[in-house]
């Protein structure tokens, strides 16, 4: 791992996230330097980790999440006429839309993400001009830190800028949002956007998905935040993440009948859940129990978080591993042998799986000062297992999406 990147999550660790030089020298040579462009601006989005709350968002609990300083990179700039073209760095092809042709299509590309924003924009954009905009960045996609909403709330807010439509910070959020859910039509719930859009550096969000409320609650500035990568893309990652959507709406489904009051799993009690959990079958018992015990854990580690009780909010990390693990049925044994071995070494408070889930990342709450050797512990544990290294980062925490100068 690189030495030189380490971080503390309440350090002002913006430098790695600015590497805008590579992407303007890539947006002439793609772009040319056409006279027909105005002054090019370059945006940053963070990506994020979620440390406590897996699958509630959907569940309508609440999540802990924080932004990390690796994102999405988007250079913009406007055009003399009405079209808009995107490329990324990363992916073959130029996308081409016209603002006057009305909604834009689908194309079960990448660029259905940045699409479905512009999409959602149409209507305030007015007689705005064209813009040619490039992609790049340091986000690994598929790796469970939210590529996805880094792109779309990365793309609101350099449109939002570039067009001057003065949007609020939640209405480039629920852009965002729009364009995961509708346009690309993915089943997630409201956390990524959230979080990468309201980052406040050396904080957690504390965000209740039943009514969208949030607040900042601020971090040990002596933790860092370590991710581990296992490496592991599963394919069809999408429609298991559906998948388990709609088995936690089965579950609730059954239960509802005994608790009419509740709007969603995360409304269910324990004290309700537990006598009826020998009638229900295997699946839906098992989501149903993960959802409910995480909903208890996340309030009792904010509540450890605002007591200073690392420890038990490190302790509440590990149990919703073993629960995502055996209940929610979302972890890998990549997964698991990073977050057992992280949790043997000195420094550690707690680990478990951040995302979906399926592959992608770990996520390791450690102090500070013992975050390089235990990333290094942990690289060989997985080595000698795996046969080939995972890569790990210290991340520092971000302050949300912004223009670079
Ligand atoms: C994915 C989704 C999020 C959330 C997590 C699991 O990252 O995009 O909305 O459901 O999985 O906590």
Known sequence: MDGEHAQTIGARGVDRAEPSDGLARDFERLYGSADNLGDLRVFFAPGRVNLMGAHLDYNGGPVMPTAIDRGTLIAVATRRDRKVRLRSVSEPGEFEIDLDAGRPRRRGRWVDYPVGVLAGMLGR??????????????????????????????????????????????????????????????????????????????????????????????????????????????????????????????????????????????????????????????????????????????????????????????????????????????SVPELDCLVDSAMSQAGVLGARLTGAGFGGCAVILAQSALSERLAEAVATDFERRFAHRPKIEIFAGDRGPRELT
């Open 125 to 330: 954009s007015g007689e705005r001009p064209g813009v040619d905009v490039l992609f790049g960045g340091n986000l690994p996609v598929g790796a469970g830190l939210s590529s996805s909403a880094s792109i779309c709330v990365g793309t609101s807010f350099a449109l939002d800028q570039v067009w001057e439509l003065g949007l609020s910070p939640l209405e480039r959020v629920a852009l965002a949002l729009d364009a995961e859910r509708e346009f690309v039509g993915v089943r997630c719930g409201i956390m990524d956007p959230y979080a990468v859009g309201l980052a406040q550096p050396g904080c957690l969000l504390w965000l209740d998905c039943l009514d969208s409320s949030f607040e900042h609650l601020p971090i040990d500035p002596d933790l860092s935040i370590v991710v581990a990568d296992t490496g592991v893309r599963r394919e069809l990652a999408q429609g298991d993440f559906n998948q388990r959507v709609s088995e936690a709406a089965e579950a609730f489904a059954l239960l509802r009948p005994h608790h009419r009051q509740a709007t969603c799993l995360r409304e269910i009690p324990l004290a309700v859940f537990e006598p009826l959990r020998d009638s229900l079958a295997d699946v839906p018992r098992r989501r149903a129990q993960h959802v409910i015990e995480e909903v208890e854990r996340t309030f009792r580690a904010r509540a450890c978080l605002l007591d200073g009780d690392l420890g038990g909010f490190g302790t509440a990390m590990a149990e919703s591993h073993r629960s995502l693990r055996d209940l929610y049925d979302v």
